[in-house]
């Protein structure tokens, strides 16, 4: 069964600086994709970011950028220019022909 | 384009009764999930639903859950006798055609409480 860790529960970063959320996977398949939620207090998840594995360069949507290491099944989430609205549960999840699987989740703080 | 609706969004009943929720997909979207979200927890996949054949129940107790989507529209998950693990967010989410695999639009979700 594939397996998504989060070994982060929570992180915090000042505003305009930058941060990383950490995100491993477990799988025998070749293809698959990967993706970050954001899940503010409100609880609206909402998509981040994806990545395909088969595509080899690395996603990246405005502030938000990804690490993604096939070989080393890792997918991490840089966020760039931090803003207060930034602050949510992130989740990390995987995506095969299977069922999707999500991470425990990281909180992540901005402080000003 | 109005999102995924939930309802109720907040229900409190005590264990041993029924109780079911509601989903309205964004119009057009063929694949429906409900998660399960139980606090300090990422959600777990219950159920997906590809117009109103399911697609993966491997994680359904279905000796108490049961979900239906009737006419590939809306759908409603339904737990029967309730007990206190069954505390959670459900999530409902849905997904365009062509793009299930890449894509999924969550609801508000409903906060379910067994007393």
């Known amino acids: 069964a594939q397996t998504v860790t989060q070994s982060q529960p929570e992180m915090s970063v000042q505003e305009a600086e930058t941060v990383t959320l950490s995100c491993t996977y477990d799988t025998s398949e070749s293809d698959y994709y990967l993706f970050w939620y954001k899940q503010p207090p409100s609880r609206q998840m909402i998509l981040v970011i994806r990545?395909?594995?088969?595509?080899?360069q690395n996603a990246t949507e405005n502030r938000f950028s990804v690490n993604f290491q096939k070989a080393a099944k890792s997918f991490s989430l840089k966020i760039s220019d931090s803003q207060l609205g930034d602050a949510a549960m992130y989740f990390c999840a995987y995506r095969s022909t299977g069922l999707v699987t999500f991470g425990t989740g990281t909180r992540l703080q901005v402080t000003l | 384009e109005a999102g995924v609706a939930q309802s109720p969004r907040y229900k409190i009943i005590e264990k041993r009764q029924s109780v079911a929720f509601w989903c309205n997909p964004i119009?057009?979207?063929?694949?429906l999930y409900w998660y399960q979200q139980i606090l300090g927890q990422g959600p777990k996949l219950l159920i997906q639903f590809q117009n109103n054949g399911v697609v993966d129940d491997s994680q359904l107790p279905k000796d108490r859950f049961s979900a239906e989507r009737l006419k590939g529209v809306d759908s409603t998950l339904k737990i029967q006798p309730a007990k206190l693990e069954d505390s959670a967010v459900y999530l409902c989410a849905s997904s365009p055609p062509l793009r299930s695999y890449n894509e999924q639009f969550f609801g508000p979700g409903t906060r379910l409480t067994v007393l």
């Open positions: 119009s057009g979207h063929a694949t």
């Open positions: 990545q395909e594995a088969y595509k080899q």
